[in-house]
Nanobody
Framework: QVQLQESGGGLVQAGDSLRLSCAAS????????MGWFRQAPGKEREFVAF????????SYADSVKDRFTISRGNALNTVYLQMNSLKPEDTAVYYC?????????????????WGQGTQVTVSS
């Protein structure tokens, strides 16, 4: 059973930065994708970014491109989301997820395992 644990959310002002972390266990998995999604109140969960297990391939939602960066930790079981130039519309619960099917996807239904989420609130 895969477990994902997010951390790093908080309350910031517009223009500030935050880095979210997600630790996955167990460490021995291969050929998977790690994704970040977010869900604002009253809205559907939406794709933010994903990265493949080796870190060689990434993809971003247009709304965060050039502001957010997804990366892998040296231990490969950790993924980060560096969020710069935050806007009030970035306010949401951010979820880390793992896709073990070997095919990249931005759809939530392609992800098998989810973390509990971490709140990011950006004030104007």
């Amino acid at each position: 059973q895969v477990q994902l644990q997010e951390s790093g959310g908080g309350l910031v002002q517009a223009g500030d930065s935050l880095r979210l972390s997600c630790a996955a266990s167990p460490r021995t998995l291969r050929n998977y994708f790690m994704g970040w999604f977010r869900q604002a109140p009253g809205k559907e969960r939406e794709f933010v970014a994903f990265i493949n297990w080796s870190g060689s391939s990434t993809s971003y939602a247009d709304s965060v491109k050039d502001r957010f960066t997804i990366s892998r930790g040296n231990a490969l079981n950790t993924v980060y989301l560096q969020m710069n130039s935050l806007k009030p519309e970035d306010t949401a619960v951010y979820y880390c997820a793992m896709n073990t099917r070997g095919v990249s996807s931005s759809l939530p239904r392609a992800y098998d395992f989810w973390g509990q989420g971490t709140q990011v609130t950006v004030s104007s």
